[in-house]
């Protein structure tokens, strides 16, 4: 927990929380050795080294040990030592990792900005802090409540283990992570663990297993997904409303190779400040040749081929082509961190007399697009350098034009009336940005889109337009992705929706399920009828009970079901049904659930609802 911020009383609760889980191991396991414990997100965690693998089963055991030192209420007991003495103390302690860090705050050049913040005072690299609770001392610069017995023992939780590298890096150490969660009341916990619950069976692998949209293979490569026919179609349909919507708007689509020479990388600075999340490069014919990152500088290039004129401009350059970057095996997560992925990418070309007018007009597509989508309750915020942090932005020279940038990114989103906030450090080495931020199925916020103002690119580039004076000019360079990656965008709408995508998206938008086979011929006729009008639709032929097959349809997230038997050949109407029905699937079951309609009139519905995106 950082010194430099005034944490809220949530922090400091989740912090505190996260010694008592030390204190709680170090009761069970006396040897144990301990890494850091930060307060997160969303709760807690802390790792340890311990003399045998943790088992689910010890989560409930630390849980009891936890509550008795509540119980207790054994006070935080703060002190302040030299580095050296601390260094002896926890050598004698056997706790190695606390020395490491000690040292790193020794030698700052080797210190994260998380070891000196979080462990020594205020520039002085000398003395550090630590915390007492009862026989456990961490190091530690708080702060923390003044006792365990503020933690209501109804109101955390446990909730899962797992592998982590010590300081996240793969060459060393795997320590073992217990994470946990903490709130001021036992209903708060109760409403998060049903929250993640249903969190769970939203989670977009388990629901891309059960639809059948892609896979991962350890044959393949981690985090190197494979698109099946189905989440291949959704996707391509994805992709098809991009492309079309934004050639109305004025882009221009190109594609880029998915590799590039070393000097390009290095001369957009991508190398010194990204260099650890690209792959190794591979040479060719003695040069070194990177997978691509980003598309930033391919596009660069393309605008440099000729000289440009102030009548080009804006220039709008859109591409989704993939791109590759190294994530660590830790931080994989299915769709929404990947390794190889799309970016639904652009990069516009503005004199800076036009750049609040392309930066409302990408507000306005974020909101068509959202709209379409049924994305709602998202909000923008304002990224924004923090100088300090000399590691991300010591290079910066010119600082006005960057607040220059900012205050215009400010003003345009206050023209555009859209609710915002402002966060510093989170600006990209280049600029300032304003990134769209929701909260997804866990209630995390999560940021799905970003532009960004690059004043940066243009000089390291030499891109210049002959201005209306006729005299050379640098542009200002407007990054943004609308949907992010094709892939996390996939995702996070896989899970918002629970599978149940859209009409206009759907593979399978009806399937036309025979009472029996001697419906079949008639199943056949509405089967041809809905493919006429480009309606995607399947009869389930199987020999299963109709209970069966409806339930099937509704597991697959199929938007209607069309159900024909005797009344219905006979009358030459339909009965229908859609995925959203609960009640039990049976025959008996059904007849209250459907709505009786001819033929023709369900296609013009349909019709009319695929074409409004509802």
Request: hydrophobic share 35%; charged share 30%.
């Amino acid at each position: 927990m950082s010194s430099e911020k005034n944490p809220t009383r949530q922090e400091i609760l989740r912090h505190s929380a996260a010694h008592v889980l030390a204190a709680a191991v170090l009761e069970m396991f006396p040897e144990a050795k301990f890494g850091t414990g930060p307060a997160i997100e969303d709760g807690f965690y802390y790792d340890f080294e311990l003399p045998r693998a943790l088992i689910p089963e010890d989560l409930p055991i630390l849980e009891e040990k936890m509550r008795k030192i509540i119980k207790a209420n054994y006070p935080f007991e703060k002190a302040e030592m030299l580095a050296d003495e601390a260094i002896k103390h926890f050598e004698k302690a056997g706790q190695n990792y606390k020395v490491e860090l000690i040292n790193d705050i020794k030698n700052k050049s080797q210190a994260t900005s998380y070891e000196l913040s979080g462990y020594a005072r205020s520039g002085v690299a000398r003395q550090v802090t630590s915390y007492k609770l009862r026989d456990f001392i961490d190091l530690c610069s708080g702060p923390h409540i003044d006792s365990a017995g503020e933690i209501n023992p109804n109101a955390f939780k446990l909730t899962k283990i797992s592998g982590a590298y010590w300081k996240g890096d793969e060459k060393n150490k795997q320590l073992q992570r217990i994470y946990g969660v903490v709130f001021e009341t036992e209903k708060e916990l109760k409403k998060y663990l049903s929250r993640r619950e249903e969190a769970k069976k939203r989670d977009h692998r388990k629901l891309a297993k059960q639809l059948e949209l892609f896979i991962i293979s350890s044959e393949v490569g981690k985090g190197l997904p494979l698109w099946l026919p189905k989440g291949a179609f959704i996707r391509k349909k994805i992709e098809d409303y991009m492309y079309e919507l934004e050639k109305k708007n004025g882009y221009d689509f190109v594609y880029t190779p998915i590799l590039a020479r070393e000097n390009l990388y290095k001369k957009s600075g991508h190398l010194a400040h990204y260099k650890d999340d690209m792959y190794n490069p591979i040479e060719i014919e003695g040069e070194n040749y990177y997978l691509k990152p980003m598309n930033c500088p391919h596009h660069h290039i393309i605008y440099k081929s000729k000289m440009r004129s102030y009548r080009d401009l804006p220039m709008r350059l859109s591409d989704f082509s993939v791109i590759h970057r190294f994530e660590r095996s830790g931080v994989l997560t299915g769709l929404i961190r990947a390794r190889s992925f799309s970016q639904n990418d652009a990069h516009i070309y503005c004199a800076q007399e036009q750049l609040e007018r392309e930066l409302l007009k990408v507000i306005e597509l974020f909101k068509k697009v959202y709209a379409d989508f049924n994305i709602k309750d998202y909000w923008f915020r304002l990224a924004l350098p923090d100088f300090n942090n000399k590691e991300k932005y010591g290079d910066i020279e010119k600082k006005d034009l960057w607040e220059k940038s900012a205050e215009t990114a400010r003003q345009t989103l206050k023209k555009s009336g859209e609710k915002y906030v402002e966060e510093e450090g989170e600006a990209a080495f280049y600029g300032p940005k304003i990134d769209v931020q929701v909260k997804n199925v866990l209630g995390k916020e999560d940021t799905i889109a970003t532009m960004q103002i690059d004043f940066y690119m243009p000089e390291r580039f030499g891109l210049e337009f002959i201005n209306k004076k006729g005299k050379r000019e640098r542009p200002v360079i407007l990054h943004r992705a609308i949907m992010g990656s094709f892939e996390r965008f996939f995702a996070f709408l896989l899970e918002q929706t629970a599978g149940a995508f859209p009409l206009w998206l759907s593979p399978v938008q009806v399937m036309i399920i025979p009472i029996s086979e001697k419906f079949n011929s008639y199943a056949q006729k509405i089967h041809s009828r809905l493919l006429e009008n480009d309606i995607r639709s399947k009869i389930s032929g199987e020999s299963e009970s109709l209970g069966k097959r409806i339930s099937e349809a509704e597991k697959q997230k199929i938007p209607y079901m069309i159900i024909v038997g005797e009344k219905e050949e006979k009358s030459k109407t339909i009965s229908i049904r859609r995925r959203d029905n609960k009640e039990p699937a049976s025959a008996k079951a059904t007849a209250g659930k459907q709505q009786i309609l001819k033929t023709e009139e369900f296609i013009k519905k349909i019709v009319e609802e695929a074409k409004s995106k509802k």
